[in-house]
């Protein structure tokens, strides 16, 4: 997958299988990025000021959960797991019951804070160019 955020061009590294699966961003030189720390909030340039990056965890009509995994270098993208209800002592990935019908992800760059309101980003909806 090859996604433009306006003057950037970043793609994909989709790695290993099931709980090693792991899934980077990479630069226009092919080299791993942080898709948490490396993408701008805003566009350079951008004169819009209701135009953002997001970083999009679980794509529309998934049924995986996927977390950016902030423990790791680079900061991956990885399926959730839990533990299995049956047998407490496994581990399993986690799925939604039914397919989204949005995509699900987060702002590059922010974190939360429950303390502050951010005005600016109320009734926000995020539009991704693909």
Not at 31 to 59: M, Y
Not at 61 to 84: A, C, M
Not at 98 to 123: A, C, M, V
Request: with cysteine; net charge positive; charged share 30%.
């Amino acid at each position: 997958m090859r996604t433009c955020l306006r003057k950037a061009f970043y793609s994909t590294l989709d790695t290993g299988k099931a709980f090693e699966r792991r899934i980077y961003l990479l630069d226009e030189n092919k080299q791993k990025i942080s898709f948490w720390n490396d993408v701008p909030l805003r566009i350079n340039g951008e004169t819009d000021p209701t135009i953002f990056n997001a970083g999009i965890e679980i794509p529309r009509y998934s049924l995986g959960k996927f977390e950016v995994r902030k423990t790791e270098p680079f900061h991956p993208i990885v399926q959730d797991i839990r533990k299995n209800k049956i047998n407490r002592d496994k581990t399993e990935l986690r799925y939604y019951a039914q397919y989204g019908f949005f995509n699900y992800g987060f702002f590059p760059q922010t974190w939360e804070n429950s303390l502050i309101r951010h005005k600016d980003i109320d009734n926000l909806v995020v539009e991704t160019l693909v």
